[in-house]
């Protein structure tokens, strides 16, 4: 079985667990910091701050910058649940700009929902490929509204050389499917000191010093144990990213020309870290997509659908008053063809060839 996602776990991170169990030490302590120093040099970041998950990151990050009931946020549409729930959570109203053919908030379409009542854009870097934030942060700007970046799937993305976290503030998950794992695990970038003070209150009851509460905070820690693995990851990050962009160009060379079949695409100037390798199959397509995603499970590959429909089209949330003018054209048709394909780098050029010339089979 070829599988959508695998965690390459090996001795460095067995190595660095055992320390920490050895240590006496299990939460919030010196192998946090050397996480967090981890990430801040393989990112370029000013300031970083581990949480316990990237939803937890999503929170505390528009939390840190003052978001809360009544403010509007403009998020995308075609997003993991959690970018929703973060918002809801914080007692946003969210409100959604359509997607583009890169998958990823279209900023012709932000440009026309923002309004002089929206406090916060969150952009969501799908599939790790950056958005057009050399388009979004002005639009954002010209409003008066803060950026909380989703880039819980975009460690390795980059704009203009720049990588996502190094500037702004920015979200990253660290959950088993992610580009490196902890496990679960979380980790806000900010290039402000004031959010990074708050974020690390926040994160800790929003404890001050000992016993001195600066506001309502949370348990958002992270242990010893999860920046241990951490640790040990982001000594492979760049050899990932490396051989998810080898095994995407290989895919997609192998792919090229099968009819009905949208195959992803790097835009000039934003890196793609392939966090998925994500096809679209269209009408045109010899095979419907749940079909093909049947067929080559069957034959041992497993795909995913990330995500079946806008992240806003489910009960719970249609009911919520927050939520309404939820017309997303482009996310809505998106959502019934997009198909991920393995990419990750445990798989080998056999794997690869095998995954490709089933899908053109299956597709002929
Ligand atoms: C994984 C993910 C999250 C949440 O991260 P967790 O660590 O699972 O809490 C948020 N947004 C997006 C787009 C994600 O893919």
Same mark, same amino acid.
Not at 164 to 168: E, L
Not at 205 to 213: A, H, I, N, S
């Given at each position: 079985m070829i599988r959508i996602s695998e965690p390459t776990i090996g001795e460095a991170e067995e190595k660095l667990v055992l320390e920490v169990l050895h240590s006496g030490r299990l939460v919030q302590g010196p192998m946090v910091e050397r996480f967090e120093e981890s990430a801040r040099d393989a990112i370029g970041a000013a300031e970083v701050v581990a949480v316990n998950n990237g939803t937890s990151a999503l929170v505390a990050a528009l939390q840190a910058h003052? &978001? @809360?009931?009544?403010d509007d946020v403009i998020t995308s549409p075609?997003?993991?649940v959690a970018t929703l729930n973060a918002l809801l959570q914080v007692g946003a109203t969210p409100r959604f700009a359509d997607i583009g053919f890169d998958f990823n908030m279209d900023p012709a379409s932000l440009e026309a929902v923002i309004?002089?009542?929206?406090r916060a854009v969150m952009p969501v870097h799908l599939y790790g490929l950056a958005c057009d934030m050399d388009v979004i942060r002005p639009i954002a700007e010209r409003a008066d509204a803060v950026i909380v970046e989703d880039a819980a799937q975009a460690i390795g993305a980059a704009v203009g050389g720049v990588n &996502? @976290?190094?500037?702004?503030t920015s979200c990253f998950s660290f959950y088993?499917?992610?580009?490196?794992?902890?496990g679960e695990g979380g980790l806000v970038t900010t290039d402000d000191v004031d959010v990074a003070a708050r974020l690390r209150m926040l994160r800790n009851?929003?404890?001050?010093?000992?016993?001195?509460?600066a506001f309502i905070g949370h348990n958002f820690r992270m242990t010893e144990i999860q920046a241990a693995v951490g640790v040990a990851q982001f000594g492979r990050l760049s050899a990932f990213v490396e051989q998810r962009r080898a095994n995407a160009l290989a895919l997609t060379e192998r792919l090229a020309?099968?009819?009905?079949l949208l195959l992803p695409s790097e835009p000039a100037g934003r890196r793609h870290a392939y966090q998925q390798y994500t096809v679209r199959v269209t009408?045109?397509?010899?095979?419907?997509r749940d079909v093909l995603a049947e067929k080559l499970l069957a034959q041992g590959v497993e795909c995913g659908i990330?995500?079946?429909?806008?992240?806003?089209?489910?009960p719970c949330f249609r009911e919520d008053?927050?939520?309404?003018?939820?017309?997303?054209p482009q996310a809505t048709l998106i959502a019934g063809q997009v198909l991920s394909l393995p990419v990750h780098p445990a798989l080998d050029i056999d794997a690869i060839d095998r995954v490709a010339s089933l899908v053109r089979r299956e597709l002929s």
């Open positions: 003052g &978001i @809360g009931p009544g075609f997003t993991f309004s002089p009542a929206t &996502i @976290g190094a500037t702004g088993a499917t992610k580009t490196i794992t902890t009851q929003g404890q001050r010093g000992r016993y001195d509460y020309g099968i009819d009905g009408p045109d397509a010899a095979l419907d990330y995500y079946p429909r806008p992240v806003f089209d489910y008053p927050r939520l309404d003018d939820l017309d997303v």
